[in-house]
């Protein structure tokens, strides 16, 4: 009886001297260095602790053998009370171990993405964007002209494109409803919709700041007085429907081609928009500057000279010719 209980306990021993070890090997194995050279932003896939083992393995986080992942995966349901593992894009330090790898999963903050929407885009190019933005899922169509606010967007891996398309919408709405509340009422701008096609029609008028009011006021003087806008990127818009540069100078015959968008033609202001203008170009709107400006032409040094009467314009135009006409050929 004393041989089979001896024999017993060397069995009872060995069990624990091995558990004791596979204890050991795996508190190694989640403490030690990890194989990455250097700190790297990984995508980690969803799908739960596989296809995060999975990205991290791929990536050189880990080995990508059985007895790790199966380490990673006790390891895992050991320290579930510290909380879920997260799919994110997230940065990883180098060499980092296991223990590191889950404090990431769980509380390392996503990778920020900027997607940049310029002031004055089109539809069509605000939609290229954000199709050729990355780390989006899905696909956008054109929105509605002038419906997004130009602006500078935070984003994640993995957002929907229509979502963050939804964001610059709602940002384009908010935005319009305040510049609205604040205006200088004006009887040529009855509503926020009118403004928001005034406020693109001056976006595509001037870069230059500090015109903008200036061009807001030549417009609301023209339709406080029932004169064509005459607004040549207005002309351009009902010509290619907002496709972008025509390739050449507005011709006479462009400009007597009849578009709803054709302000040489059509009474007033167009129907829509004819791009998205940012926040100076909606208060220069809402807040025109003073004087009774009808007329504004190009000075060939990026600004333009304004003119209350067509003579004034008329010896702003030959200066300007004249100016073009002294400059050397290249």
Same mark, same amino acid.
């Given at each position: 009886?004393?041989?089979?209980?001896?024999?017993?306990?060397?069995?009872?021993?060995?069990?624990?001297? +091995? @558990?004791?070890?596979?204890? %050991?090997? @795996?508190?190694?194995?989640?403490?030690?260095?990890?194989?990455?050279?250097?700190?790297?932003?990984?995508?980690?896939?969803?799908?739960?602790? %596989?296809?995060?083992?999975? +990205?991290?393995?791929?990536?050189?986080? #880990?080995? @990508?053998?059985?007895?790790?992942?199966?380490? #990673?995966?006790?390891?895992?349901?050991?320290?579930?009370?510290?909380?879920?593992?997260?799919?994110?894009?997230?940065? #990883?330090? =180098?060499?980092?171990?296991?223990?590191?790898? /889950?404090?990431?999963?769980?509380?390392?903050?996503?990778?920020?993405?900027? !997607?940049?929407?310029?002031?004055?885009?089109? +539809?069509?190019?605000?939609?290229?964007?954000?199709?050729?933005?990355?780390?989006?899922?899905?696909?956008?169509?054109?929105?509605?002209?002038?419906?997004?606010?130009?602006?500078?967007?935070?984003?994640?891996?993995?957002?929907?494109?229509?979502?963050?398309?939804?964001?610059?919408? *709602?940002?384009?709405?908010? &935005?319009?409803?305040?510049?609205?509340?604040?205006?200088?009422?004006?009887?040529?701008?009855?509503?926020?919709?009118?403004?928001?096609? /005034? =406020?693109?029609?001056?976006?595509?008028?001037?870069?230059?700041?500090?015109?903008?009011?200036?061009?807001?006021?030549? #417009?609301?003087?023209?339709? *406080?007085?029932?004169?064509?806008?005459?607004?040549?990127?207005?002309?351009?818009?009902? !010509?290619?429907?907002?496709?972008?540069?025509? %390739?050449?100078?507005?011709?006479?015959?462009?400009? &007597?081609?009849?578009?709803?968008?054709?302000?040489?033609?059509?009474?007033?202001?167009?129907?829509?928009?004819?791009?998205?203008?940012?926040?100076?170009?909606?208060?220069?709107?809402?807040?025109?500057?003073?004087?009774?400006?009808?007329?504004?032409?190009?000075?060939?040094?990026?600004?333009?000279?304004?003119?209350?009467?067509? %003579?004034? *314009?008329?010896? *702003?135009? +030959?200066?300007?010719?004249?100016?073009?006409?002294?400059?050397?050929?290249?």
């Amino acid at each position: 009886m004393r041989r089979v209980l001896t024999g017993l306990g060397i069995v009872f021993l060995v069990l624990v001297l +091995s @558990g004791l070890a596979g204890v %050991g090997y @795996g508190a190694w194995v989640f403490t030690r260095p990890g194989p990455m050279p250097d700190a790297r932003v990984i995508v980690v896939a969803r799908g739960g602790e %596989g296809r995060a083992f999975a +990205s991290l393995s791929d990536a050189g986080v #880990f080995p @990508g053998d059985a007895w790790t992942h199966a380490i #990673f995966r006790i390891a895992v349901q050991l320290t579930r009370p510290d909380g879920a593992l997260h799919a994110a894009e997230l940065n #990883f330090p =180098a060499h980092a171990s296991m223990q590191q790898v /889950l404090f990431v999963l769980r509380h390392g903050k996503p990778v920020i993405h900027r !997607l940049t929407i310029p002031e004055g885009r089109l +539809s069509l190019q605000i939609a290229a964007l954000l199709n050729d933005a990355p780390a989006l899922e899905g696909t956008v169509t054109p929105p509605a002209e002038g419906d997004v606010m130009p602006l500078t967007y935070d984003y994640e891996w993995g957002m929907a494109r229509q979502a963050l398309l939804d964001r610059m919408q *709602h940002a384009m709405t908010r &935005t319009l409803s305040r510049v609205w509340d604040g205006r200088q009422p004006d009887p040529a701008i009855p509503d926020p919709r009118t403004l928001l096609i /005034l =406020a693109s029609m001056i976006e595509r008028e001037t870069a230059v700041a500090q015109e903008r009011p200036m061009v807001a006021r030549v #417009f609301l003087n023209r339709l *406080h007085q029932g004169m064509r806008l005459q607004s040549d990127p207005s002309v351009v818009y009902g !010509l290619n429907q907002g496709a972008g540069p025509l %390739g050449h100078a507005l011709s006479h015959a462009d400009l &007597t081609t009849p578009t709803a968008y054709n302000t040489y033609v059509i009474p007033g202001l167009p129907p829509a928009p004819i791009c998205s203008p940012g926040l100076a170009s909606l208060e220069a709107a809402a807040h025109p500057a003073e004087g009774d400006m009808l007329y504004f032409v190009a000075n060939g040094s990026g600004g333009h000279d304004f003119a209350a009467s067509l %003579g004034e *314009h008329n010896r *702003h135009v +030959s200066a300007f010719r004249a100016r073009q006409a002294a400059q050397p050929e290249h």
